[in-house]
């Protein structure tokens, strides 16, 4: 299971989708989240669908990898699923049996909930593995920048963002080192019931923090060794340019955005 989260993960390559600017990738992954949220028809899910797809078959990414990144999330999106399809209140009952009743608008609520969860999966999945961490940080720096003139931090807090997603499957080797240390040595994560299943967790968790804290210790001395000065006057090895293939990609967004836009209040 942990293998199966690749939030952080990057997936090398030199696909179109490689290629785009990170500012232009992070704005796109914003507006396609806003997007998720605003859909309330099947038609326009499948307007995102092929939006998705597309972006998927051109990225090079193998189907499997973006797939995988759902598997750690199947039991949240099963769960909201059925809370919405049978708590939501509705007049059109579809089965209704003993205090339970499944209804025409919950079926259709817990439908549109499923998917905006498998949709952000995957959209903020896509970002990671087709962007280096230095290219995440580079891009939130820029569009955190005009915060600059309030004191904000935005090349700190760019760094720290960055630094995170990096370190998660880093995290979730370790944790899986360490499972497999305790299991060795007798410890069972598996069976009993949910309080029993917590506190077998607690040998996991110390090593784990533990191994955390020196993680992130070496690397503020790694960068303090190496006289790493953030923020202002730090030059850049690669300087970020919007290309062509970027504006085509904003303008495939804004077409997918406006066919979405026409199928809510035309159609």
């Keep these: 299971m942990l293998k199966d989260i690749t939030i952080g993960q990057y997936y090398p390559g030199r696909s179109p989708v490689h290629l785009l600017d990170p500012r232009v990738k992070i704005a796109i992954t914003f507006l396609f989240i806003f997007i998720v949220f605003f859909i309330k028809s099947y038609i326009g899910y499948a307007i995102l669908f092929a939006y998705l797809l597309f972006t998927i078959i051109i990225s090079t990414i193998p189907p499997k990898l973006i797939l995988k990144s759902l598997r750690p999330l199947l039991f949240v999106i099963i769960l909201t699923f059925v809370i919405n399809m049978f708590f939501t209140v509705g007049e059109d009952v579809i ?3 003993w205090k339970l009743t499944i209804t025409r ?3 259709n609520q817990a439908i549109f909930m499923a998917l905006r969860l498998i949709f952000l999966v995957m959209g903020t999945s896509i970002l990671t593995l087709t962007t280096s961490p230095i290219e995440l940080t580079d891009g939130l720096e820029y569009i955190l ?9 935005a ?7 960055t630094i995170a997603l990096r370190f998660i499957p880093t995290l979730m080797e370790e944790t899986d080192k360490i499972m ?3 299991m060795a040595r007798g410890a069972d994560f598996e069976t009993g019931n949910l309080i029993q299943r917590a506190k077998s967790l607690v040998p996991l968790l110390v090593p784990l923090f533990i191994s955390a804290f020196r993680r992130a210790d070496e690397l503020a001395m790694a960068m303090e060794a190496r006289c790493y000065r953030g923020g202002e006057n730090r030059t850049r090895l690669k300087v970020l340019k919007t290309e062509t293939r970027d504006y085509i990609a904003i303008a495939l967004t804004c077409v997918m955005i406006f066919f979405i ?3 809510r209040y035309m159609f």
């Design 180 to 182: 497999k240390a305790q």
């Design 155 to 161: 090349h700190e807090l760019a760094m720290m963002m």
């Design 145 to 153: 920048s005009p915060l600059k003139v309030f004191n904000f931090p």
């Design 105 to 107: 608008e919950g079926l």
């Design 95 to 97: 089965v209704r049996f």
């Design 261 to 263: 836009m026409l199928d």
